[in-house]
């Protein structure tokens, strides 16, 4: 059974920080590209970065500089490190796993407010 779970969400005041986490199993983590997505409320999910297996990262211009993906495929897990957190970095933040197949984690909110 696969399951992504999402952890590290918070309130956290304009300049802070945040480490989002997200441990998979029931897949072979190690193959999969991790991503992680953001949807703030009444807009569509976007990408804000995404990490290979061989560690090659990608990441969103909005975030480039702030923000940094990691992965440990001995602990199935993979980390955003998110840095001076602005108020319209507020959203839901999702992890995903994609290879042949696609699955989704359920969440964690990430709310940036004096």
């Known amino acids: 059974q696969v399951q992504l779970v999402e952890s590290g969400g918070g309130l956290v005041q304009p300049g802070g920080s945040l480490r989002l986490s997200c441990v998979a199993s029931?897949?072979?983590?190690?193959?999969?590209?991790m991503s992680w997505y953001r949807q703030a409320p009444g807009k569509e999910r976007e990408l804000v970065a995404s990490?290979?297996?061989?560690?090659?990262?990608n990441y969103a211009d909005s975030v480039k500089g702030r923000f940094t993906i990691s992965r440990d495929n001995a602990k199935n897990t993979v980390y955003l490190q998110t840095n001076s957190l602005k108020p319209e970095d507020t959203a839901v933040y999702y992890c995903k796993a994609s290879l042949f197949s696609a699955y989704w984690g359920q969440g964690t909110q990430v709310t940036v407010s004096s």
């Open positions: 990490i290979t297996g061989g560690s090659r990262t």
């Open positions: 029931g897949f072979t983590f190690s193959s999969y590209v």
